[in-house]
């Protein structure tokens, strides 16, 4: 049969193909169905007003997995990089850090920073090492679990008794503290406050957000890039990649379900009744979609199912892109910065304050936002002289009292552009396009549960041993021959391709043996 | 919402008012938040009963839900561990249902009371766990326990008692069979079954017709030797017929805090139940994963020498009491089989039918203590299992 494959990933999220990509590479035979037209699932660049393009989702690259780059031969091209961030302040006194250097405050918060950031940053290889590679079981006497157990154990050890302490004592504790105690600028509190809370339903002040911040470290102790064309072309790069690994893409090929036959998968179906026949598949589709929807309940166990509809993964970033005919004009910037990454997040409590609606279903008054100007350094993405200003948006709660019909959107729009004004001022005059995405768009437009970005809220509790759930964290999932390689389970969502590759690497060594 | 009156205190049953007439000894307790008696006259008088004429027993506490909709029989099918869709409406099945790990959470019964249509019964309540089973499927399911009166009438002449109070075509019930009967103007259901292994029937019926269904069934009892009977009379019924019990001879799974304290359906000697063709059913993959790398526990039915019962009791492979391999979970003296009688729970491989092991029990005597190891031989059949249990059509009596 010319349709029978070694494995068919769904989805051709960047995840998706990295694990595709190393599964072919393996030697498998694979195919990648993908709902959209474009390759990359979030990570993609498209255009959203005439001549205007911008990365629909992930705008950032800050996480890719160094090992994946590798293993795959990547070299991106990137438009900008090491980019500083630029906590702005109204009165033009913004606030400058990249690496352990920060610009703009006093003293003592400049050698606290650079402490902060190498402490940080010891800790966030530390957890690097395990986000690369498949958590082990717990209450089991398996010699490999046991032993990535006992290496775990001995990797904090050596962390030294000072060192360790800090982080047993940090890992499940709030950023709020952390910052307030170590740090005097509001700025600067505000900054790294909303550094650990991107992409998530917390707020500063909310537990484990210091081990969300070390997440954002952990590939490249938060070293900002932006790919040249924008995440498009990473995913454009990863789907060259698998396809000279021998691996078939198919676009627009939406999968309505797996097939199960005799309690174990058999191939896809997609939602034109083609049929596609594996005995693994591997879905990149978030721990939700895939068993509720794809699989369907009947065919797994009831409290396997009972954890998977528990997942907490209500997305509550909106990206906001702007079509602008001219450089905006911001106070105390000059106008090589306007290749940096902006923030507005005024102080600690302002990020707080953005969160508190979002826990009640209502969206911030006054959002916090991550801008980028990609266009600034790329101007192939918006016309000779015009710009594209793409921000993430916090917090729009999936779950929106009354749901995000257009009049929410435009207000919400309103919101966020009144509060960038308040930076850049005029900036409204140049705006010529805009577009809301929030995560009930991205929800529908990317087939993610929730609209959350990590696939699954990151947090302690369905972090490494119990992502996405507990008893089924090791990519396999309790239905033979089905697997999951997305954000949802370990090590979580960002594009670093780790969920991919480690799913390709425990899927070529379950079927080695 | 409307105010509704919430009862204070325990419950009683629809038939609450005929039991209390019966009741001589005011010995109650309570089941699942219901008045129930331990025994109304005297446990040993109703014992006989069960087994020499007609005992009835208000099983109305019984958990009971009803489960309809398109999915339902793909629910049940993936809720317990044998095939569900051998069942046809109009019989009932007998089955035990197990949490992901292949450890029991329960047992009980599943009538296919019309076609698509279900009652689970059993000993403990599970809503939260059969709502979660319901995920992703179209069944609902109601906790039915309150609008359903039932009766347990159980005994050689249950069948008589029946057919005098004007059950048509109850000779024609096979053994776990049910019938819907119009009876005096009202709905029952009637079905074959039991607790006591013995003979005998349930009826089921709506709480508004208890008292009518009571007053026939003890007039048409008046020449059988009908009587009611408490839980204490049951308790050593079910024992004979080597029934196990959620709480006392397995926890059920959800209930436990400590590892190996669950049992598996194939540790409580229920691998009949358990069907491994089909594809997909909670506890499957590790039931399965049990079958191929061996269970830990083997529930053993005891024939103990002596007469005093062996409550409690370690389980020792050799005479000396060297290697305790487990313990006693129900122990009485079975009058019908004149035999001290147990069943326990004893450490694989030791425990097959037909070895022997001893059994340490303690007993006293004015206050003093005395132990005995006693022989024990471990048996496969129920105590308890006369021919007329099985017999279409029953005989008269």
New interface residues.
Partial sequence: MTDRYDAIVIGAGHNGLVCAALLAKGGKKVLVLEANEQVGGAAVTREFADGYSVSACAHLLYQLQPKVRKELGLSPKLASDAMQTIALSQDGEHVRYAGADVRGVGGADVTSYRRFHTQMSRFADLLNTYLNTTPPRLGTSEFKDLATLARLGFDLRRLGREDMRTFLRLIGINIHDEVTERFESPLLRGAVSFDAVLGTHLGPRSPNTIMTYLYRLAASHGRLAVPQGGMGTIAEELAQAARTAGVTIRTTMPVKRIV?????VAGVETATGERFHSATVVSNADPKRTI?ELV???????????RI?HIRMRGNAAKLHLALDGLPAISGLAKAEFGERLVIAPDEHYVERAFNPAKYGESSAEPVIEMTLPSFRDPSLAPTGKHVLSCVVQYAPYALEGGWTDAAKEAFTKTCIETIVRYAPGLESRITASELLTPADIEREFHITGGHWHHGELALDQFMFVRPVC?AAQYRM?LDGLYLCGAGAHPGGGVSGAAGRNAARRILREQAA | MSAREVPQGRLRTPFYSRLAELDTLNAWHTWKGYTVPDALYCADTEYFAIRNSTAVFDLTPMTKYRITGPDALVYIDRLVTRDMSKIRPGRVAYAVWCNDQGQTIDDGTIFHLREGEYRLCSQERHCAWLMDSAIGLDVSITDETADVAALAVQGPTSFATLSRMGIDGLGELKPFGLMHVDFDGFELMVSRTGFTGDLGYELWTAPENAVSLWDYLFAAGEITGIRAMGTDALEQARIEAGYIMAYIDFLPANATMRTGRTRSPLELGLDWLVDFKKPNFNGRRALAEEKRSGSTWRLVKLDIEGNKPAHHAYIFADRKGRKNIGFVTSATWSPVCKQNIALGTVRMPLGAPGSELWVEIFYQREMHWSRVMARAEVVDKPFWFPKRRGLTPPDLV
């Fill in positions: 199960v036959e005799n309690g174990r509720m369907g309940t009947r065919h797994v166990e009831t409290g396997f199912t009972r509809s008893g309790p």
